[in-house]
Protein backbone atom coordinates (compact mmCIF):
# COMPACT_ATOMS: atom_id res chain seq x y z
CA UNK A 1 0.00 0.00 0.00
CA UNK A 2 1.62 3.49 -0.81
CA UNK A 3 2.03 6.03 2.13
CA UNK A 4 2.84 9.24 1.76
CA UNK A 5 6.09 10.67 2.86
CA UNK A 6 3.66 12.72 5.80
CA UNK A 7 2.49 9.57 7.00
CA UNK A 8 5.98 7.41 6.67
CA UNK A 9 7.11 11.20 8.72
CA UNK A 10 4.70 10.62 11.54
CA UNK A 11 4.55 7.16 12.10
CA UNK A 12 8.19 7.34 12.76
CA UNK A 13 7.57 10.39 15.48
CA UNK A 14 4.59 7.99 17.30
CA UNK A 15 2.41 10.05 15.61
CA UNK A 16 -1.04 8.96 13.94
CA UNK A 17 -3.08 11.01 11.10
CA UNK A 18 -6.75 10.81 11.50
CA UNK A 19 -8.66 9.63 8.44
CA UNK A 20 -11.46 11.05 7.93
CA UNK A 21 -14.46 10.84 5.27
CA UNK A 22 -14.59 14.43 3.96
CA UNK A 23 -12.92 16.08 0.80
CA UNK A 24 -9.40 16.33 2.49
CA UNK A 25 -9.27 13.00 4.08
CA UNK A 26 -8.31 14.05 7.04
CA UNK A 27 -10.08 14.94 10.54
CA UNK A 28 -9.62 18.61 11.11
CA UNK A 29 -8.36 19.67 7.92
CA UNK A 30 -10.82 21.61 5.80
CA UNK A 31 -10.13 23.14 2.14
CA UNK A 32 -9.85 26.59 1.62
CA UNK A 33 -10.44 27.36 -1.85
CA UNK A 34 -9.46 30.97 -1.99
CA UNK A 35 -5.81 30.34 -0.88
CA UNK A 36 -3.94 28.92 -3.47
CA UNK A 37 -0.35 28.53 -1.85
CA UNK A 38 -1.64 27.00 1.44
CA UNK A 39 -4.92 26.00 1.00
CA UNK A 40 -5.38 23.28 3.53
CA UNK A 41 -6.64 24.53 7.22
CA UNK A 42 -6.50 22.72 10.23
CA UNK A 43 -8.23 23.31 13.65
CA UNK A 44 -9.65 21.59 16.11
CA UNK A 45 -11.79 21.99 19.13
CA UNK A 46 -10.25 22.96 22.50
CA UNK A 47 -13.12 23.45 25.50
CA UNK A 48 -15.83 24.25 23.65
CA UNK A 49 -13.60 26.83 21.21
CA UNK A 50 -12.60 26.15 17.62
CA UNK A 51 -8.63 26.85 17.99
CA UNK A 52 -6.85 27.28 14.76
CA UNK A 53 -3.74 25.41 13.70
CA UNK A 54 -2.26 27.08 10.23
CA UNK A 55 -2.88 27.14 6.90
CA UNK A 56 -0.84 24.75 4.80
CA UNK A 57 0.50 23.40 1.18
CA UNK A 58 -0.85 19.71 1.66
CA UNK A 59 -3.57 18.18 3.43
CA UNK A 60 -1.07 16.09 5.34
CA UNK A 61 0.73 18.74 6.34
CA UNK A 62 -2.44 20.36 7.91
CA UNK A 63 -3.05 16.57 9.53
CA UNK A 64 0.34 16.22 11.06
Known amino acids: M???QAEHDAEADGLTLVKADNKTGYYGVKLNQTSSTNPYVA???RGGKM???GSFATSEEAAL
Do not use: D
Request: positive net charge.
Open 2 to 4: WRS
Open 43 to 45: RVK
Open 51 to 53: VYL
